[in-house]
């Protein structure tokens, strides 16, 4: 049975990744992704957090790339392509558990949403709704102030504010899903709500939520980047921080442009990425779209 099972599931990964491959953007951004989470995994082989300090770096301040720093230094000298290098891991792990938070919540709250059809599944659309109508970014910054500095609150910021689009969208789901003869024939047969919810429910809305996952963590690495860029950082680099850094110390005035360009350019790469690859994975997913 189990060998069976395993041999389903090579055949449907086979089928999927022979779509997948049809869509040239999001193996591109594919492509990208990987080159990205490898770099930043790694990054400790070669350099360590040492490199964000301002102590030891000797180099010239401003430096233009060149020899001495091929992506030029900043206002300590520091080199920009060790900061964006290590910069990468806060920045990708905080969009990754960001989003895992917000999909947690949202399936969640999605999926006995669309199950409970009385009163709670009322409360719970009009809690959402309450939070879909706050302004994310000003109650992830209100979030991050009252439980101060740290990486945890700022993915905790990001997952509580980004979570309400997708309990709406997995409740619709859900609702289509339970409405399928089947889903009757269970309840005929006895089965619970956990049952129908876990064992029937979740694995329809399963590729959906995998889709909407990856838009979201582009969506949590601009948040990211825009919470740093305001002021509410994590206490670690990230390319959001370097991007305040260059505002702080007045870089496009010192002429200064690779301490701008460079860090919004990974921002953009890697946003684009996840972007090309949640459109390709919507458009395999997605009968409809097939």
Not at 124 to 137: A, C, G, I, N
Not at 191 to 209: C, D, E, Q, R, S
Not at 219 to 225: D, G, P, Q, Y
Request: charge should be positive; aromatic fraction near 8%; charged fraction near 15%.
């Amino acid at each position: 049975m189990t060998t069976l099972a395993w041999t389903r599931r090579k055949m449907a990964f086979s089928r999927f990744w022979t779509t997948f491959r049809r869509q040239p953007a999001g193996v591109v951004g594919l492509g990208i992704l990987l080159v990205a989470v490898v770099l930043a995994l790694i990054a400790p082989l070669f350099i360590d957090e040492s490199v964000t300090g301002v102590v030891s770096d000797t180099g010239k301040r401003f430096g233009a790339p060149g020899t001495d720093s091929a992506l030029g230094n900043d206002e300590s000298g520091r080199s920009i392509l060790e900061l964006i290098w290590w910069g990468s891991r806060t920045s990708l792990l905080i969009g990754f558990l960001a989003a895992v938070l917000a999909m947690v919540i949202g399936t969640v709250i999605g999926i006995a949403a669309g199950h409970f059809r009385g009163w709670i599944g009322a409360a719970l659309m009009r809690v959402t709704d309450w939070f879909l109508v706050l302004p994310s970014l000003v109650t992830a910054l209100v979030l991050a102030a009252i439980l101060g500095g740290s990486m945890t609150t700022i993915i905790v910021a990001i997952g509580v504010t980004a979570w309400p689009s997708t309990a709406r969208l997995i409740r619709a789901q859900t609702l289509a899903v339970e409405a399928r003869p089947y889903i009757e024939r269970s309840k005929a047969l006895g089965a619970g709500h956990w049952h129908i919810m876990t064992k029937h429910v979740l694995p329809n809305v399963a590729p959906l939520l995998l889709a909407s996952t990856t838009l979201e963590v582009a969506s949590a690495i601009v948040t990211e980047s825009t919470l740093a860029f305001l002021g509410v950082s994590s206490n670690r680099t990230s390319w959001g921080t370097m991007l305040r850094g260059s505002y702080d110390w007045n870089a496009a005035s010192n002429g200064a442009w690779w301490y701008i360009v460079i860090p919004g350019l990974c921002i953009v790469a890697v946003v684009m990425a996840f972007t090309l690859v949640g459109r390709a994975l919507e458009a395999v997913l997605n009968p409809r779209l097939r």
